[in-house]
Nanobody
């Protein structure tokens, strides 16, 4: 059974940085895309970044482009999200997710395996 566990969230000041980790167990990340999705209080879910395995292709939402960087270490079955220049609009629960049925998918709506999330707060 696939399990995803996020870590690395916390409270930072505006302009600060955090690095989120997503460790996947019970499932190999070979040929699987992995995404990060966030949900702010009172708002819907927003897919913010995804990385494929076959060519390391990355995608970013406009809201985080240039500030966040996604990467992966298949040997550790782990995906990372480096978040720099955090802004007051970034606080949310951040989830990692994947589509276990499709190869290298970065379609957020198809991602059926989710972690429980890690909370990110930005405040001075």
């Amino acid at each position: 059974q696939v399990q995803l566990v996020e870590s690395g969230g916390g409270l930072v000041q505006p302009g600060g940085s955090l690095r989120l980790s997503c460790v996947v167990s019970g499932f190999t990340l070979d040929y699987r895309g992995v995404g990060w999705i966030r949900q702010a209080p009172g708002k819907g879910r927003e897919g913010i970044s995804c990385i494929t395995e076959s060519d390391g292709h990355t995608v970013y939402a406009d809201s985080v482009k240039g500030r966040f960087t996604i990467s992966r270490d298949n040997a550790k079955n782990t995906v990372y999200l480096q978040m720099n220049d955090l802004k007051p609009e970034d606080p949310a629960v951040y989830y990692c997710a994947l589509d276990s049925r499709s190869q290298d998918s970065c379609v957020y709506a198809g991602m059926e395996a989710w972690g429980k999330g890690t909370l990110v707060n930005v405040s001075s």
